[in-house]
């Protein structure tokens, strides 16, 4: 067997590097009989992985057999007459969008960024800027699934159509995406264009001259930190002028550097956000563009990746909100960014059509998705700032009709999963059937299948601060109570020093001297208050 296997412990992360995942073993297969020698062979929990892409820990779980898909990167059958193309799903898009650029074909749906692999992008649903489209699974053909039993089954949307629409945006919880089928498109050639407007007038503006022309061919809204009062809109519609980009595809970069110190500058200077949308960005759009579709389809990941995840890191976020309700999510949104002096660089705005088919889906009814791009510090209280009002956000989503993406920190309550998720049990009878032993895991799963939970230790309530950091709803209300009291001291900060305390088997009155000793001088009180008789 040519698969190459590391058998030691191993230690599998995600491009923010926060979730660090230690997993058994990893298995690189190139064919789909190693697949199924692998999941075979092994007894314990699967996992699969691709780019790695998403940023919670979506493709591992502790202790499993992760199978890294990426050495799977063929094109099995390509047809141009039919426009369509079968490939193994470890290819990248990138690499797909060279086999099709000599042929002036393009891809139907795909991500921004060109870097992410066909099956991590099925397996998550992803979209991408275009107009008239939706979720990746809108274009896609047929696909080929290896279960937990070892069987591979043929799914498309007549055939074994709970598969199909269990496994495509289904995070790897099904089985093994082995192959794929997708319909392609024309590489047009497409001109840019951009207004800056107030937000307020942003949807009619999208719908008579964006969404109804039937020329947009990408589309996205750029609103601007902190007050998000403000969006730039830039379009990209066919043409038929000659293009200003001599490349056909993006070319391979060793370094970003502008870019990244574009990004450094946006959130760590005095008036980071002034000068982008006042200096810099009247620079960069001053200028006419034209490009192939396969070029402004093809971007580079590592524009975006940071000088250091030491210290802080960037990390993603998306809501997708009923396209009517478009001012609304803005202004609670920013309201909750603004108390939480969230760092956020962007907010992308994209449009979707709805996905009925979907057992997971996010886009039920037209929407538009906000893309929440942030930097946040690597420290545990820091981690915890982000899980509370990340919650809060997600509640304003679900009140608003609309649900939260996936692919980012597992936050959301269970009930929060829920509601944005209706058919999830529906899913989860699907993963009960094919997959009864629970193999196929990794961190989102853990968190919410239910039958994950069987065997979850029961928290300890032994103390009055144990009872508060067992429950989220009272985790998050006294979070909220030192925002509303703390100024001397970060409420992240005092928050993460009671939470780090409450960990110990240690009593009330220990955990209370272990905050003293943490704290300022100014702040500590002489003594343990004592209860009230």
């Given at each position: 067997?040519?698969?190459?296997?590391?058998?030691?412990?191993?230690?599998?992360?995600?491009?923010?590097?926060?979730?660090?995942?230690?997993?058994?073993?990893?298995?690189?297969?190139?064919?789909?009989?190693?697949?199924?020698?692998?999941?075979?062979?092994?007894?314990?929990?699967?996992?699969?992985?691709?780019?790695?892409?998403?940023?919670?820990?979506?493709?591992?779980?502790?202790?499993?057999?992760?199978?890294?898909?990426?050495?799977?990167?063929?094109?099995?059958?390509?047809?141009?007459?039919?426009?369509?193309?079968?490939?193994?799903?470890?290819?990248?898009?990138?690499?797909?969008?060279?086999?099709?650029?000599?042929?002036?074909?393009?891809?139907?749906?795909?991500?921004?960024?060109?870097?992410?692999?066909?099956?991590?992008?099925?397996?998550?649903?992803?979209?991408?800027?275009?107009?008239?489209?939706?979720?990746?699974?809108?274009?896609?053909?047929?696909?080929?699934?290896?279960?937990?039993?070892?069987?591979?089954?043929?799914?498309?949307?007549?055939?074994n159509a709970e598969i199909f629409f269990g496994a495509i945006g289904g995070y790897?919880?099904?089985?093994?995406?082995?192959?794929?089928e997708l319909a392609l498109a024309p590489n047009d050639r497409v001109e840019r264009?951009?207004?800056?407007?107030?937000?307020?007038?942003?949807?009619?503006?999208?719908?008579?001259?964006?969404?109804?022309?039937?020329?947009?061919?990408?589309?996205?809204?750029?609103?601007?930190?902190?007050?998000?009062?403000?969006?730039?809109?830039?379009?990209?519609?066919?043409?038929?002028?000659?293009?200003?980009?001599?490349?056909?595809?993006?070319?391979?970069?060793?370094?970003?550097?502008?870019?990244?110190?574009?990004?450094?500058?946006?959130?760590?200077?005095?008036?980071?956000?002034?000068?982008?949308?006042?200096?810099?960005?009247?620079?960069?759009?001053?200028?006419?563009?034209?490009?192939?579709?396969?070029?402004?389809?093809?971007?580079?990941?590592?524009?975006?990746?940071?000088?250091?995840?030491?210290?802080?890191?960037?990390?993603?976020?998306?809501?997708?909100?009923?396209?009517?309700?478009?001012?609304?999510?803005?202004?609670?949104?920013?309201?909750?960014?603004?108390?939480?002096?969230?760092?956020?660089?962007?907010?992308?705005?994209?449009?979707?059509?709805?996905?009925?088919?979907?057992?997971?889906a996010w886009a039920r009814e037209e929407v538009f998705a906000f893309v929440l791009?942030?930097?946040?510090?690597?420290?545990?209280?820091?981690?915890?700032?982000?899980?509370?009002?990340?919650?809060?956000?997600?509640?304003?989503?679900?009140?608003?009709?609309?649900?939260?993406?996936?692919?980012?920190?597992?936050?959301?309550?269970?009930?929060?999963?829920?509601?944005?998720?209706?058919?999830?049990?529906?899913?989860?009878?699907?993963?009960?059937?094919?997959?009864?032993?629970?193999?196929?895991?990794?961190?989102?799963?853990?968190?919410?299948?239910?039958?994950?939970?069987?065997?979850?230790?029961?928290?300890?309530?032994?103390?009055?601060?144990?009872?508060?950091?067992?429950?989220?709803?009272?985790?998050?209300?006294?979070?909220?109570?030192?925002?509303?009291?703390?100024?001397?001291?970060?409420?992240?900060?005092?928050?993460?020093?009671?939470?780090?305390?409450?960990?110990?088997?240690?009593?009330?009155?220990?955990?209370?001297?272990?905050?003293?000793?943490?704290?300022?001088?100014?702040?500590?009180?002489?003594?343990?208050?004592?209860?009230?008789?």
């Open positions: 067997m040519d698969t190459a296997v590391r058998t030691a412990s191993h230690i599998v992360n995600e491009v923010t590097g926060l979730y660090p995942v230690p997993v058994f073993s990893v298995v690189t297969p190139r064919t789909i009989a190693e697949v199924q020698e692998a999941v075979r062979r092994s007894t314990g929990p699967l996992s699969v992985g691709g780019g790695r892409f998403s940023m919670g820990g979506q493709t591992a779980s502790p202790g499993c057999l992760q199978i890294d898909m990426r050495q799977m990167n063929q094109v099995i059958h390509f047809s141009p007459l039919e426009k369509t193309v079968r490939v193994q799903t470890g290819i990248r898009w990138c690499d797909l969008q060279r086999f099709l650029d000599p042929h002036d074909l393009s891809v139907s749906i795909m991500q921004t960024y060109a870097n992410f692999t066909v099956g991590g992008s099925l397996s998550v649903n992803v979209h991408g800027r275009y107009i008239g489209q939706g979720p990746l699974i809108l274009s896609v053909r047929a696909i080929k699934v290896l279960l937990a039993s070892g069987e591979c089954v043929e799914a498309t949307p007549q055939q790897g919880g099904l089985g093994v995406i082995v192959e794929a264009t951009n207004l800056k407007l107030p937000t307020s007038e942003y949807l009619e503006f999208f719908k008579q001259k964006v969404r109804d022309t039937g020329e947009a061919v990408f589309h996205n809204g750029d609103l601007y930190p902190p007050h998000f009062s403000k969006v730039r809109a830039v379009t990209w519609s066919r043409t038929t002028r000659g293009v200003t980009e001599p490349n056909r595809l993006q070319p391979i970069r060793k370094h970003y550097l502008l870019e990244k110190y574009f990004f450094w500058a946006f959130t760590e200077t005095p008036l980071g956000t002034w000068r982008r949308e006042y200096l810099v960005d009247p620079l960069l759009f001053r200028s006419r563009k034209v490009h192939w579709r396969n070029y402004e389809a093809g971007y580079d990941v590592a524009e975006l990746e940071p000088y250091s995840r030491k210290h802080s890191t960037y990390v993603l976020q998306e809501y997708f909100i009923p396209i009517a309700r478009l001012e609304d999510f803005v202004e609670q949104a920013g309201e909750v960014l603004r108390r939480y002096r969230v760092n956020v660089v962007n907010i992308s705005i994209r449009h979707a059509l709805p996905d009925s088919g979907s057992l997971l791009y942030y930097k946040q510090r690597t420290r545990e209280s820091a981690k915890t700032r982000v899980a509370v009002w990340t919650r809060e956000l997600v509640q304003k989503a679900i009140d608003l009709g609309g649900t939260y993406y996936l692919p980012y920190q597992a936050h959301a309550t269970c009930e929060q999963f829920l509601q944005a998720y209706p058919r999830a049990n529906e899913y989860f009878a699907i993963k009960k059937r094919l997959d009864p032993q629970f193999r196929f895991r990794n961190v989102l799963w853990d968190t919410y299948y239910p039958d994950a939970h069987k065997h979850t230790p029961v928290a300890d309530e032994s103390s009055e601060f144990r009872q508060v950091f067992s429950r989220l709803r009272w985790h998050d209300a006294f979070y909220l109570f030192l925002q509303n009291i703390f100024h001397l001291f970060p409420e992240d900060r005092f928050h993460g020093l009671i939470k780090e305390a409450t960990a110990t088997r240690d009593s009330d009155e220990a955990i209370y001297r272990h905050i003293q000793e943490g704290l300022p001088d100014i702040m500590r009180c002489p003594r343990w208050p004592s209860k009230r008789r």
